[in-house]
């Protein structure tokens, strides 16, 4: 059902958070985008956290971000496809690419310090999207 505005009404079952979100980001050719994800079935969902602290915890403190709020995200991924927001996921996987590093935080080339392994969550792990 659509409101006065042409606007589908949010799904009650669903709130809103209050409040911005520290979603992660790459640089791309025209600036900085969403990183999308992958659930353990493939399907492509965008993630952020509620704080920085939990973000530093799961993918890293190189990972950069931009603050925005729950629907500003879900705007910005819409046109893509992709319906699914994941927030506060515990754990992120390595994609595809990085099967010989399986089960070992990423570290970009030439980083001196030894690769940790990641450490096993129970709640819906992520792997990189290999289109983002």
Known sequence: MNDSQGLDDPDPLQPFRTGALFVPVRQGPAGCCARLFRTPLGARTAVAFTDERRLTLTLGRRQTWIRLSEPA???????????????????????????STAGFARRPAGDPRPARPLRPAAARPLSPASTS
């Open 73 to 99: 995200v879900r705007a910005l991924v819409a046109p893509l496809g992709i319906v699914d927001l994941v927030v506060d996921p515990l754990l992120a996987a390595p994609g595809p690419r990085d099967a």
